[in-house]
């Protein structure tokens, strides 16, 4: 009898195919969920095991790259030497081959996809077998595609399966086997970027990408300008984690994993002028981050200073002229919706870290005013902001805001008066309007204190020290209002 192997992904129309192979003669073999879907339908079919004499390994890794099934496939039956060794080794040949791969592009698609998940769905065997019987098609018939199905079914009863037509589906074979290559090789390319250096010159470092979800930095679409560095990448990922906590129009510009201007408006021009005029020194050169389309008119100005990287959910064709016209900026469009499952990842010597991303708020109306005095709806709207922008801060981090822009930014001190002298040195602004957020609580009242002398009236802090009585009692004693939330942001 004619033996046909069967194993495909996708099932449609299968166990009919099967059937009427059973009805022309064939003895078939199948492997897995085919296999399961051919007897279920009550059509005599044999697992490949016993073709081969040998069972599945490796949770179906190895099953049929076996000298059974490949020198029944591969045997040219014009060369009887071909015959007379299948013949001493006890092997049948195989007349047909009906496979299609393991469903690798669908997979990929899935923006959660894992880097296993992809490996786990790369087909070695259904390809060798196709290519095998492609190889062979003068005398093996090999089927990629179920819309072949009823024309092989005819060509069978009407004894017309030609050279010629075993050929077109030869062709189909390595078209398919060709494009199921190419999306792994894109797939990985895409998700292993070797860059040409790391943090410094001397450091070798490569992009691994675990989703290429539109609404991460893995899955921006690059507009324009060259590879991105370990450094923009890091930059660039704070700027987009904070951009993203903002409802209203807002711009986040990044230098050194550190906010260094923050600012929201009516339009995303002007909440971009803000974040521009709160550091207009330390934003040359830096990352900025927008939740609005870019405009010709945004365009103009970031076209007007240096910037590494800007990202937005999309840029006008009339913005893009405009920035285009630097050959080294890189231009990333990535959604701006959140997920609240995301993690983040940190090495550590022997292991790595695994924690959610500090994407949490507290409402305001679970935040307590503890001081004699509470702040004003102008001094609310700033403490609101602060509070926001505090979180991407690396510890300890004290920010001072208005209502509309960070004012001025410490971070990453050894103690929190630290970072407090030096976000208010750096303040473009000090008045009544002007207040400030800090990530941790305020283990004495020397921070509360410093802020007091230089003119700050509002204070917004997680609260929960031992001695918060005693910062409460600072406030108090110069008439500042004190916000507590309960919540820390620690950054390290």
Known sequence: MKKAILSVSNKTGIATFAKKLVAEGFELYSTGGTYRAIEEAGVPVASVSELTQFDEIMDGRVKTLHPAVHGGILADRDKPEHLEQLAAQNIDLIDMVVVNLYPFQETIKNPNVTEMDAIENIDIGGPTMLRAAAKNFKHVVTIVNP????????????????????????????????????????????????????????????F???????????????????????NNIKDADAALTLVKQFESPAAVAVKHMNPC????????????????????????????????????????????????????????????????????????????????????????????????????????????????????????????????????????????????????????????????????????????????ASDGFFPMDDTVETAAKAGVKAIIQPGGSIKDQDSIDMANKYGIAMVTTGMRHFKH
């Not at 292993?192 to 470092?205: I, K, S, T």
């Not at 981050?289 to 009339?318: G, M, Q, W, Y």
């Not at 970072?419 to 208010?424: G, T, V």
């Open 147 to 206: 819309d072949d199905y009823d024309e092989v079914i005819s060509r069978l009863q009407a004894d017309t399966l030609y050279e010629a037509y075993r050929k077109s589906l030869m062709i189909k074979v390595f078209k398919h086997t060709f494009e199921y290559d190419q999306a792994i090789t894109n797939y990985f390319s895409n998700n292993e970027e070797v860059l040409r250096y790391g943090e410094n010159p001397q450091q070798a470092a490569t």
């Open 261 to 436: 201007g923050v600012g929201i408006g009516e339009t995303i021009h002007e909440a971009y002028l803000n974040a521009y005029e709160a550091d207009s020194q330390s934003i040359f050169g830096g990352i900025v981050a927008l939740n609005r389309p870019v405009t010709k008119e945004l365009a103009e100005s970031l076209h007007s200073i240096f910037l590494e990287v800007v990202i937005a959910p999309s840029f006008d064709e009339a913005a893009l002229a405009v920035l285009q016209q630097k050959k080294n900026i890189r231009l990333l469009e990535v959604e701006m919706t959140s997920d609240p499952s995301e993690q983040e990842f940190v090495s550590v010597s022997g292991g790595y870290l695994v924690q959610d991303k500090d994407t949490f708020d507290v409402p305001k109306s679970e935040m307590k005013v503890v001081t004699d005095v509470a702040p004003t709806d102008e001094q609310w709207e700033a403490l609101l902001l602060g509070w926001k922008v505090v979180k991407a801060v690396k510890s300890n981090a004290i920010v001072l805001a208005n209502r509309k822009q960070t004012v001025g930014v410490g971070a990453g001190q050894m103690n929190r008066v630290g970072s407090a002298e030096i976000a208010i040195e750096r303040a473009i602004e000090m008045n009544d309007n002007v207040v400030l």
């Open 208 to 230: 691994v990408r675990t989703s290429t979800a539109p609404n991460t930095l893995a899955g921006a679409i690059q507009h324009h300008g060259k590879q991105l560095s370990y």
